[in-house]
């Protein structure tokens, strides 16, 4: 059973940074595609990010370009999201999550597996 556990969302203020950690298990890890989507109050979910398998290849939001690094360590089954310079637009409950497949199914939001979400609240 495959298994997505985001941690390491908090409350901070605009400006400052934060890095979420996606701990996955029940998957060979390195064979899976991993990115971040999160859903803001009252909004529907939206893509953030995705990496490639060997992590040498990512695609961003134009919203969090050049602001959020996604990352992952294969020997750790771990994804992670480096954000900086956040904005109290980024508050929103932010989700890991993985599929076998690459591509438009991403920006789609068609993965397979989610994991429950950690909350990331930026104050002004």
């Known amino acids: 059973q495959v298994q997505l556990v985001e941690s390491g969302g908090g409350l901070v203020q605009a400006g400052d940074s934060l890095r979420l950690s996606c701990s996955a298990s029940?998957?060979?890890?390195?064979?899976?595609?991993l990115g971040w989507f999160r859903q803001a109050p009252g909004k529907a979910r939206e893509f953030v990010a995705v990496i490639s398998r060997s992590g040498g290849n990512g695609d961003y939001a134009d919203a969090v370009k050049g602001r959020f690094t996604a990352s992952r360590d294969n020997a750790k089954n771990t994804l992670y999201l480096q954000m900086n310079s956040l904005k109290p637009e980024d508050t929103a409950v932010y989700y890991c999550?993985?599929?076998?497949?690459?591509?438009?199914?991403?920006?789609?939001?068609?993965?397979?597996?989610w994991g429950k979400g950690t909350l990331v609240t930026v104050s002004s």
């Open positions: 999550a993985a599929d076998i497949r690459h591509g438009s199914t991403w920006l789609r939001g068609d993965v397979n597996y």
């Open positions: 029940g998957l060979t890890f390195s064979s899976y595609v």
